[in-house]
Structures are given as structure tokens and as C-alpha cells.
């Protein structure tokens, strides 16, 4: 009988643990993540997603001073009024041979802003808080880690549409040789 | 002057009823995408740390996670073009390892907390690996180019998962986490 209440106190402390982790996710970040969703929400709704059409169109153009504008300024544009999965849609502005390498750019920018703008993808959030939250529990803030996680994710999907859109080309060219 | 009113009480009309939209927008992202990963994330966490499995999962994890090569040999894995599209559907495994990392390592101080920065890069190099596809629809894309795009992309991984580890561990000094 004895071994039985112990099993069930041990079943019950499994859930407890999990219950007190949510509490304190809940708690801790949902407060602050409503009134930042409604504000961002709200500034995206007031400027108007469509105004970003422009700098797609601006982006189809060939020549090299055009790519960070493809590969940075875009997909950034592209995630943060669009959001994922809609920002994907900013392809269609741009030639064939520029597609995979653009929605690499974009899709890799839907998590490293999302410490500072949560919007752009709520339903992936612990990409980013699973280890930001290791950061909160040594007492330090995770400010500097979601901005500096936002610039190098600029650097990155930059290198990313570059080496892709190489790929892209060569494949493309041996598809035409066969 | 009444043009001027009416003015002015379509503009406050228009700002109000955008906020009210995006507190609704907040709300629903809240309950249908944040809280019920939340709850999963908990449940997840309470049993690694009831069980005693997350000291065996973080000693495991702590020679790849420690340390630039580990990070790396990690990125490399999980960018492997046959293991990509398995690992990408809805971030799952890249929250879950994110999770463990933070929740183990990081708050342990198993791990430098700077090392946090080239960790966000070194769980996701999978990232949209397994939406190609959908992705390349959505921007309007040709079957061909959704053909070649598929496979360069995920090539482009195995490149570009590791060099995105290597730039945000150059980055790491500027992390004030000592």
C-alpha cells in the first residue's frame, strides 16, 4: 500500500513540476507578449502590408548591388508585415531563377527576430525562448542575445540567398545540359 | 469646419477600431498558437526534470553544445538534406532541443551563456527545410523551378547551417554575459 502511495505522489509530482513551469511561462512572458502583439498587430494594420510591393518589385532586378535588397531588406519587409507563412508570397515579384534563393532568405528570418517582435511567428516562439529562458534563469538579461540573434540573422539569410542562388544557377544549367 | 470633424472622426474611428482589431489578433495568436505549446513545453520540462532524463539528455548534449566544433559537427547533422525535411514540420525538434539546451545546460552554467547566441543558429539550420514546396507555390513558382529549387536549397544547408554558426560565434564577444 505504502509503495502505492509513493508511485502516485511520484506521478503526481511529474505534472506538478510541468505546472509550476507553466505558471511561470505564463506568467512571465504572456502578459507582455499580448500588449506587444496588439501594438505591432496594430502598426502593421495602420501602415498597410501592401506598401511593401514596391521594394519587391525593386528587388527583381539583376546586377549585385540589388542583392542585399533581395536578400536582406526584402525578406525582413517580407516576415515582419507578412509574417510567416504569407511573406513566401513576396516571391512572386521575383524572376524564376531568384525564387528558392529568396524563400531560403525569408524562411530563415522568421525565428531570429522573434525575441523584440513575437508577431512574425507566435506558434514557434521556443526556438527562441527554450534557450532565452536558460539565459533568464542566471539572472541576465536576454535583451542583448534577441538583438544581437536579430543582426546576425540578417548576416545570415544574406550569405544564405547568395549561396543558394549559386546552387540555384548551377543546377539549373545542368538541368539544361541533360 | 464640419468636413474637418468628420475628418478627424473617420481618422480616430479608423486608429481605434485597427487597435481593437489587433488586441482581438493578439488574443486568438495567444490561445491557438502560444498557450497550447506553452502547455506542451511544460509537460515536456516537468518530466525531463522529475525523471532525472534531462542530466542524461545534457550530458549527452554538453560535448556537441560546449563548444564551436560541437556546434558545428550539431548544425551539420541536423542540415543533412535527408534528415532536414524529417526535422523541419512546425520547429518542433528545434524548440524541443532549444528547450533542453536552455532549461539544462544554460541555466546550469554547464555552458558559457554566450555560447547561447551560436546555440539559436546551431538548432536551426533545418529551418523550412520541409515547406519548400509550399513555399515556392506560394511565390508563384514554375514546377521546374520548384524541381531544382527543392534540392538547392537543401544543399545550400549543409553550407550555409555551419557558417551561420561561425559568424554568430564571431559575434559572441559582444555578448556582455561573463
Given at each position: 500500500m505504502d509503495a502505492l502511495v509513493v508511485a502516485a505522489e511520484w506521478f503526481i509530482g511529474l505534472?506538478?513540476?510541468?505546472?509550476?513551469?507553466?505558471?511561470?511561462?505564463?506568467?512571465g512572458i504572456i502578459p507582455l507578449l499580448i500588449v506587444l502583439l496588439t501594438g505591432v498587430n496594430a502598426l502593421v494594420a495602420l501602415i498597410g502590408p501592401e506598401r511593401i510591393d514596391k521594394v519587391g518589385e525593386w528587388a527583381a532586378r539583376d546586377g549585385i548591388i540589388y542583392y542585399p535588397i533581395r536578400y536582406i531588406l526584402l525578406p525582413f519587409l517580407a516576415v515582419f508585415f507578412l509574417t510567416n507563412p504569407m511573406a513566401y508570397t513576396m516571391g512572386r515579384f521575383l524572376p524564376e531563377k531568384y525564387k528558392p534563393a529568396f524563400y531560403d532568405s525569408a524562411v530563415s528570418y522568421v525565428h531570429p527576430p522573434l525575441g523584440i517582435f513575437p508577431h512574425i511567428n507566435p506558434g514557434e516562439l521556443f526556438v527562441w525562448l527554450g534557450i532565452a529562458t536558460g539565459i533568464e534563469t542566471l539572472g541576465l538579461s536576454v535583451v542583448p542575445l534577441a538583438v544581437w540573434y536579430l543582426l546576425v540573422g540578417l548576416i545570415v539569410i544574406f550569405i544564405r540567398g547568395i549561396v543558394t542562388e549559386r546552387i540555384t544557377a548551377i543546377m539549373w544549367s545542368r538541368r539544361e545540359a541533360k | 469646419m464640419n468636413e474637418f470633424l468628420v475628418k478627424i472622426g473617420r481618422g480616430v474611428g479608423g486608429v481605434v477600431g485597427a487597435l481593437?482589431?489587433?488586441?482581438?489578433?493578439?488574443?486568438d495568436q495567444v490561445i491557438v498558437n502560444i498557450l497550447p505549446f506553452m502547455a506542451?513545453?511544460?509537460?515536456?520540462?516537468?518530466?525531463?526534470?522529475?525523471?532525472?532524463?534531462?542530466?542524461?539528455i545534457a550530458n549527452l548534449l554538453a560535448p556537441l553544445a560546449g563548444s564551436l566544433l560541437g556546434?558545428?559537427?550539431?548544425?551539420?547533422?541536423i542540415a543533412l538534406p535527408v534528415l532536414s525535411p524529417l526535422l523541419g514540420p512546425g520547429a518542433v525538434i528545434a524548440q524541443i532541443i532549444g528547450t533542453l539546451l536552455g532549461?539544462?545546460?544554460?541555466?546550469n552554467g554547464d555552458i558559457p551563456a554566450k555560447f547561447a547566441l551560436p546555440a539559436l543558429f546551431a538548432i536551426n539550420p533545418q529551418v523550412g527545410c520541409d515547406f519548400i514546396p509550399v513555399g515556392l507555390a506560394l511565390g508563384e513558382a514554375e514546377p521546374e523551378t520548384v524541381e531544382v529549387?527543392?534540392?538547392?536549397?537543401?544543399?545550400?544547408?549543409?553550407?550555409?547551417?555551419?557558417?551561420?554558426v561561425l559568424i554568430a560565434f564571431l559575434f559572441m564577444p559582444l555578448l556582455p554575459y561573463d
Amino acid at each position: 500500500m505504502d509503495a502505492l502511495v509513493v508511485a502516485a505522489e511520484w506521478f503526481i509530482g511529474l505534472f506538478k513540476t510541468g505546472g509550476d513551469v507553466f505558471l511561470s511561462l505564463v506568467g512571465g512572458i504572456i502578459p507582455l507578449l499580448i500588449v506587444l502583439l496588439t501594438g505591432v498587430n496594430a502598426l502593421v494594420a495602420l501602415i498597410g502590408p501592401e506598401r511593401i510591393d514596391k521594394v519587391g518589385e525593386w528587388a527583381a532586378r539583376d546586377g549585385i548591388i540589388y542583392y542585399p535588397i533581395r536578400y536582406i531588406l526584402l525578406p525582413f519587409l517580407a516576415v515582419f508585415f507578412l509574417t510567416n507563412p504569407m511573406a513566401y508570397t513576396m516571391g512572386r515579384f521575383l524572376p524564376e531563377k531568384y525564387k528558392p534563393a529568396f524563400y531560403d532568405s525569408a524562411v530563415s528570418y522568421v525565428h531570429p527576430p522573434l525575441g523584440i517582435f513575437p508577431h512574425i511567428n507566435p506558434g514557434e516562439l521556443f526556438v527562441w525562448l527554450g534557450i532565452a529562458t536558460g539565459i533568464e534563469t542566471l539572472g541576465l538579461s536576454v535583451v542583448p542575445l534577441a538583438v544581437w540573434y536579430l543582426l546576425v540573422g540578417l548576416i545570415v539569410i544574406f550569405i544564405r540567398g547568395i549561396v543558394t542562388e549559386r546552387i540555384t544557377a548551377i543546377m539549373w544549367s545542368r538541368r539544361e545540359a541533360k | 469646419m464640419n468636413e474637418f470633424l468628420v475628418k478627424i472622426g473617420r481618422g480616430v474611428g479608423g486608429v481605434v477600431g485597427a487597435l481593437y482589431q489587433a488586441g482581438r489578433e493578439a488574443i486568438d495568436q495567444v490561445i491557438v498558437n502560444i498557450l497550447p505549446f506553452m502547455a506542451f513545453i511544460a509537460l515536456v520540462i516537468g518530466i525531463i526534470i522529475k525523471t532525472g532524463v534531462g542530466d542524461w539528455i545534457a550530458n549527452l548534449l554538453a560535448p556537441l553544445a560546449g563548444s564551436l566544433l560541437g556546434l558545428l559537427v550539431l548544425s551539420v547533422i541536423i542540415a543533412l538534406p535527408v534528415l532536414s525535411p524529417l526535422l523541419g514540420p512546425g520547429a518542433v525538434i528545434a524548440q524541443i532541443i532549444g528547450t533542453l539546451l536552455g532549461s539544462t545546460l544554460i541555466a546550469n552554467g554547464d555552458i558559457p551563456a554566450k555560447f547561447a547566441l551560436p546555440a539559436l543558429f546551431a538548432i536551426n539550420p533545418q529551418v523550412g527545410c520541409d515547406f519548400i514546396p509550399v513555399g515556392l507555390a506560394l511565390g508563384e513558382a514554375e514546377p521546374e523551378t520548384v524541381e531544382v529549387g527543392v534540392p538547392a536549397v537543401l544543399f545550400s544547408r549543409l553550407i550555409t547551417g555551419p557558417v551561420a554558426v561561425l559568424i554568430a560565434f564571431l559575434f559572441m564577444p559582444l555578448l556582455p554575459y561573463d
